[in-house]
Every structure is written in structure tokens, then in C-alpha cells.
């Protein structure tokens, strides 16, 4: 019966450097060391280690042949230094040709290494653009940090299948260990050479929908992994994508997708559903989110991210959030349109400042430059839109906001007035009538009425009665129907005149001239009267 395989320990680190003009960024990347220690991945050494009255290349050597990864940090100073380069940097590269050891370059500054014999090895950061070029450093470190995770994490399952497979059974150890002589126990050396043969990827949607050159363009810029040397097959019925070639590019295209994080962002990109590859003739899966999880998870870890390592941001996208706020409670409050315009004005905002800073964390200078201008802009107009709608909040609201929003136009008001649509021939008499007819508009009909009057020498109200010293004042008005008509009898004269007035309104009988408009007359028409 098997036993159980052992959990392995951390993965043996030496780090090979020159400390000249080096000791900031070393002492930066000394800090990432030591988380990764603390989580267990690893164990590292340098040279400062050494107790005191030890000989100090004894212990180098010591060291450097016992790790089961090699850091080397390139500098200027690194390749002029005969012990860093001759001594250190050689047997490195000698035991990683033997599969004992992994290197791994790391470029601090910007120097003529690609000529040496680690020239050929992946390096960190990503697409060998060096630490001290980065305009943020936090985020170079953080590659390089997480790029060692992978390394260490790949030489750990390469380490656990040694470890199994030169494992005996119970019965088998229990006999060798009776009949074979006691020798001094020490851990074997791991062969740390690449086992991966064949990396299989699939993904959402159609072969003809597919777009392989985006795939490797990730691999190359992302992972950092180097694609010349891979052949990709894209199987037909299905986007499955079969990867083949340079085994170190293959592992470590799989160590960068055990990184969730990752794996979460190439996921949403790439709208990957499976991963599998093929170990020692045996074939192992790795679990993938789904599209829709790690859209959702790249989103939130983009923003955390973006107010992480970025403390502009950071407060800029906290303002956005109490802006947004404000505006819903004035929408509840006030008018709803304030919520939808002031919510979708901080969001835009706030997407457009993520996504420019992610655009200032990608490698390229050219990019990088572009996204931190963008995160600049974007800062300042989500603090300038921030701080408006908090200002018109807490001062004068809601106007500052509400002007900005399309306002209905008041329909205006109709002012009273009156019109004579028939009116009579000229004529005199007292016993010769005829009808005058018109309209109103802009009054409440039931609150107003009509006075007729009619002109010979002077205006005499309509219709008049028999006896003019004491008129009946109540039968002169003339009533308004619903629909504004009015219509009445009058003598004829040569002029005619019709008063919209107010019911408490009482007319002369006789006059010499026509009331003017005032308080209680709120609107005359006169016409001539026709031949």
C-alpha cells in the first residue's frame, strides 16, 4: 500500500546580486522575499546571512549548491562584478542545464545583458523592461512577486511527483531497510527538469469567432511567456486550442494560470472554460472560473487594485461614491432625474479612472504613459464633478444639478380677452334692435359676464331699458356660455362696445367716453358699424 506523499517544504531561494549601487531596490525586493517566506512558498539566503568567524564563500558556495531556485539580479554593477558573473552566475547556469536548479534573471536596470549566457531565460518583470524604469515600482515588485510564487509553485509539484514516485511500499521499505547498511541520510537532489509536454486550453464560442493571435498576444505580454517557439493548433468543432512545443514556456504558461488572479483576468478576456495539460504521461486539469465569475471578480479586484496603488484614486473614487450617494437622496427627494443623472455621471467617471490606470500598469512605456495621463485627467474630473454635486448639496441645492437637466416649459398663462363677431348695421332708433354676438377667452366663464354697449352722440349700455334714469343695472349683463359665446340684443348706433367684467362690476347707463381697463374690466372690444 502507498503511503500518503508528504506536503513539500518552501522552495530553497539564493539570490545573487552586487550591492554597489543596488541597496534601494534590494532592499525592496528583500521585502517581497520575505512575504513570500512568510506564506511558506519559500526559504532564501544572502550573503549577509553568514554568522560571524564563518568563511564567507564557503557559505555562498554551500548555499548556491544546495537552492533549488537561483535569483539573479542584473545590474551594471552585476556584470562588471568578476565574482557575481565568473563564479555565481556560472555554476547557476550550469546546474539549471543539469535540471538541478532554476534561474531566474531579474533586470533591476537597464543594462547590456541579453548577450550573456542567462540571455536566453524568461525573465522578471514581464517583457524584460527593468525595475527602476517602471513609474511604479509597487507594481513592478508585485510581477516579479508574483512571478517567483509561480516558479516555486511549479518546482513544489515537480519536487511531490519525485517524491512519490521514488517512494517504495510499506512491505519494500521495511526489507531494504533490514538488509541494507546504515548510511548517513541526506534530501536528495530534485530534478527540476520541464515534464510538460502538451497544454490544452478551451474556450466560449465558435472556431471562426476565435482569435488565436489575441491569445498569444496575451501569453507573450501577460504571462510573459515566449510564444516563438510554441505551436498552437485550434481543433475543429470546438475552440480547443492545443499547445505544444518548448517545455519551460509550457510550464510556465500553466504556472501562470494556477495564479487566480491570473487566471481570472485572462478568463474574462479570453472567455476560457477549461484548462488541461499532460505531466509525465498523465494528463491533470486545473479548475477555471467561469466568464461571467471572473468578469465580476476582475472588475471588483480592479478597482481595489486602482485604490491600492494609487492614493489619488483612491480618494477621488471615495468622493464619487458620497457624490453618487447625495445624488440619489436629492432623486428621492427632490426629482428622480437627479439620482439617474448624477449615479451615471460618477460611474462613467469612476470606470473610465479604473480602466486607464489598469491601461498605466501594463509594461509598455508607451502605454504606461498614455494610462497615467488618462488616470490623471480622470482624477481630476471625478473630483471637480465630486465635489459640484456636493457643493450644490450642502450650499444651494438643488439648482447647481437641476439646471443641467432638461426642464419642462410652463405653458403660458392666457391673458383675458374679448372679441365682437357680428355686430350690427349702423342705425338709430329706439325701438330698432338687431343681435351682436362674440367670444371670451383666458377666464373662468362662470366668474365673469358681458357688457353691451352701443354709440349714437354718446354710449349707452345694452340693452337699454324704457327708462334710462333707472336702469335695471342686473339685466344689462350679458351672460357667457360654457364655451365662451355670449350673444344679446342692442339698439343700433354707430359704434358697438363689449366689456368682459367682473360680476360685482355695475355700468353706467349713460357715458361719455368707455371705462378703461382696470381691476374690474379686464378686457374691451369696439368695432365701427358697418354701412
Known amino acids: 500500500m502507498r503511503e500518503t506523499p508528504r506536503t513539500p517544504g518552501p522552495v530553497e531561494v539564493f539570490i545573487s546580486y552586487s550591492r554597489d549601487e543596488d541597496k534601494e531596490l534590494l532592499r525592496e525586493l528583500d521585502k517581497r522575499l520575505k512575504i513570500l517566506e512568510a506564506k511558506?512558498?519559500?526559504?532564501?539566503?544572502?550573503?549577509y546571512m553568514t554568522p560571524a568567524g564563518h568563511e564567507w564563500e564557503k557559505q555562498i558556495l554551500e548555499h548556491l549548491n544546495a537552492a533549488e531556485m537561483i535569483l539573479l539580479v542584473i545590474s551594471p554593477d552585476f556584470l562588471a562584478s568578476k565574482y557575481c558573473c565568473d563564479v555565481e552566475a556560472t555554476l547557476a547556469?550550469?546546474?539549471h542545464r543539469n535540471g538541478e536548479a532554476r534561474v531566474i534573471p531579474i533586470i533591476l536596470?537597464?543594462?547590456d545583458w541579453q548577450d550573456m549566457p542567462f540571455g536566453t531565460l524568461q525573465v522578471l518583470p514581464e517583457n524584460a523592461v527593468p525595475v527602476k524604469k517602471w513609474s511604479d515600482r509597487d507594481d513592478a515588485f508585485t510581477r516579479v512577486e508574483r512571478g517567483i510564487r509561480a516558479a516555486a509553485r511549479l518546482i513544489s509539484e515537480v519536487r511531490e511527483d519525485d517524491d512519490i514516485q521514488a517512494k517504495p511500499t510499506a512491505a519494500g521499505a521495511s526489507h531494504a531497510a533490514t538488509n541494507a547498511p546504515k548510511v548517513a541520510t541526506t534530501r536528495p537532489r530534485t530534478t527540476l527538469k520541464v515534464k510538460?509536454?502538451?497544454v490544452t486550453l478551451v474556450f466560449e464560442g465558435s472556431p471562426q469567432d476565435f482569435d488565436l493571435k489575441n491569445?498569444?498576444?496575451i501569453l507573450r505580454d501577460e504571462a510573459g511567456v515566449e510564444t516563438k517557439n510554441l505551436k498552437f493548433d485550434v481543433r475543429e468543432g470546438s475552440v480547443k486550442v492545443v499547445i505544444e512545443g518548448d517545455g519551460e514556456a509550457l510550464s510556465k504558461i500553466i504556472a501562470r494560470l494556477r495564479d487566480p488572479e491570473f487566471q481570472r483576468d485572462f478568463a474574462r478576456r479570453t472567455r476560457l472554460l477549461s484548462v488541461a495539460y499532460v505531466q509525465e504521461g498523465s494528463e491533470h486539469t486545473i479548475p477555471v472560473e467561469t466568464a461571467v465569475a471572473a468578469k465580476k471578480a476582475a472588475g471588483h479586484s480592479a478597482i481595489m487594485g486602482t485604490m491600492r496603488a494609487f492614493p489619488a484614486a483612491r480618494y477621488a473614487l471615495v468622493?464619487?461614491?458620497?457624490?453618487?450617494?447625495v445624488a440619489v437622496v436629492a432623486g428621492f427627494t427632490i426629482d428622480f432625474r437627479i439620482a439617474i443623472f448624477g449615479v451615471a455621471i460618477m460611474l462613467a467617471l469612476a470606470l473610465g479612472l479604473v480602466d486607464s490606470f489598469r491601461l498605466a500598469r501594463r509594461p509598455s512605456t508607451y502605454l504606461k504613459a498614455w494610462g497615467l495621463t488618462l488616470t490623471w485627467t480622470f482624477v481630476l474630473l471625478t473630483s471637480a464633478a465630486s465635489f459640484g454635486i456636493l457643493s450644490g448639496f450642502f450650499f444651494s441645492w438643488p439648482r447647481p444639478l437641476q439646471a443641467y437637466l432638461p426642464q419642462p416649459t410652463p405653458s403660458p398663462t392666457p391673458r383675458p380677452s374679448i372679441r365682437i363677431i357680428d355686430a350690427p348695421r349702423r342705425g338709430s332708433g329706439p325701438d330698432i334692435t338687431a343681435r351682436i354676438s362674440g367670444k371670451v377667452s383666458g377666464v373662468n366663464v362662470r366668474e365673469y359676464k358681458v357688457v353691451l354697449f352701443a354709440r349714437t352722440d354718446k354710449w349707452f349700455v345694452q340693452p337699454y331699458t324704457d327708462q334710462p334714469s333707472t336702469?335695471?343695472?342686473?339685466?344689462s349683463a350679458t351672460p357667457i356660455q360654457d364655451d365662451g359665446s355670449w350673444e344679446n340684443d342692442t339698439h343700433l348706433g354707430s359704434e358697438y362696445a363689449a366689456l368682459l367684467v367682473k360680476m360685482s362690476y355695475k355700468p353706467p347707463t349713460v357715458a361719455d367716453r368707455l371705462p378703461d381697463v382696470s381691476g374690474t374690466v379686464l378686457?374691451?372690444?369696439r368695432v365701427t358699424a358697418r354701412d
Not at 471 to 475: A, F, T
Request: charged letters at 30%.
Open 40 to 47: 511558506k512558498t519559500i526559504t532564501y539566503w544572502r550573503d
Open 93 to 95: 547556469m550550469e546546474r
Open 109 to 111: 536596470r537597464e543594462c
Open 196 to 198: 510538460i509536454k502538451v
Open 215 to 217: 491569445l498569444e498576444a
Open 319 to 325: 468622493v464619487a461614491g458620497i457624490a453618487a450617494a
Open 471 to 475: 336702469p335695471n343695472v342686473d339685466e
Open 523 to 525: 378686457a374691451i372690444a
